[in-house]
């Protein structure tokens, strides 16, 4: 009866120490995004990434089998950071373009948008064209800017760091429309507690944008188990939760 009692213990060790073998040796990715960009990417009250972008990149890493380490990254550091290999993944709300697919590998897309224009309350456009030689606000390097600065308009564009910064001007009379992502200004113009009410969206583009989680070129690995990934987070109901938890019914 000894002998089998400790032959139960022994077996019980190897089992502990397999499991944390196998624990330790599950794979930790480094994950960049600019936690400016709520509902996709902001912080928390502990000033930590959170966001829609971020826990579906989460329920992604869970049902891959690995682990995420998130940082908090300025967007105009956050490319070079992940072709430099500082960075694994960056999930921030980037579309996937064709010129930054020349740079980049990038997953399925997780979400599918359009650009907004916000205006304060009251005011109205029913085109791009109206933008002529009114004060024009975004954040730095996004779609945003370009499409307004693609049509050509005349607008005044003016560039932040952070898309609330712009908000705040919209709001304070020091832009006369600020262009974003349509959930992102949603978001503003609707939950947001010292904006709503304030701003609304008077416009939305008909061309569709996909965000897509980024990384390194050649990083083709990565990208298969991101894309096997966010298939099962959409099949198991997960997406619809987590549209539900940022953005509501």
Not at 121 to 139: D, F, H, M, P
Not at 160 to 172: E, H, P
Not at 189 to 197: E, F, I, P, V
Request: overall charge positive; charged content about 25%; some cysteine.
């Amino acid at each position: 009866m000894m002998k089998g009692f400790f032959a139960k213990i022994a077996i019980a060790l190897i089992a502990v120490f397999c499991f944390q073998i196998n624990a330790s040796a599950a794979e930790k990715y480094v994950v960049a995004s600019d936690c400016t960009w709520p509902p996709f990417e902001l912080l928390d009250a502990k000033k930590q990434p959170t966001g829609y972008s971020i826990d579906f990149l989460r329920a992604v890493a869970k049902e891959a089998g690995f682990t995420v380490d998130n940082r908090n990254v300025a967007w105009d550091g956050i490319f070079g950071g992940v072709a430099t290999g500082k960075y694994d993944i960056v999930a921030s709300s980037t579309t996937i373009t064709p010129e930054r697919q020349k740079q980049f590998d990038f997953s399925d897309p997780y979400f599918e948008i359009v650009q907004a224009v916000i205006l304060p309350t009251g005011k109205t456009i029913k085109s791009l064209a109206e933008l002529k030689g009114l004060r024009v606000g975004g954040q730095i390097a996004t779609t945003g800017i370009f499409v307004v600065r693609d049509a050509n308009v005349g607008a005044q564009l003016k560039e932040y760091d952070d898309v609330g910064l712009a908000i705040q001007d919209l709001i304070g009379g020091r832009l006369d429309a600020v262009v974003c992502d349509d959930p992102v200004a949603k978001y503003y113009a609707n939950k947001k507690k010292d904006s709503m009410g304030k701003i609304h969206i008077a416009l939305q583009t008909q061309d569709k944008e996909y965000f897509g989680f980024t990384v390194k070129k050649g990083r083709r690995d990565l990208v298969e188990k991101l894309n096997k990934s966010i298939k099962l987070v959409r099949e198991k109901g997960i997406e619809a939760a987590l549209i539900k938890k940022w953005m509501g019914e």
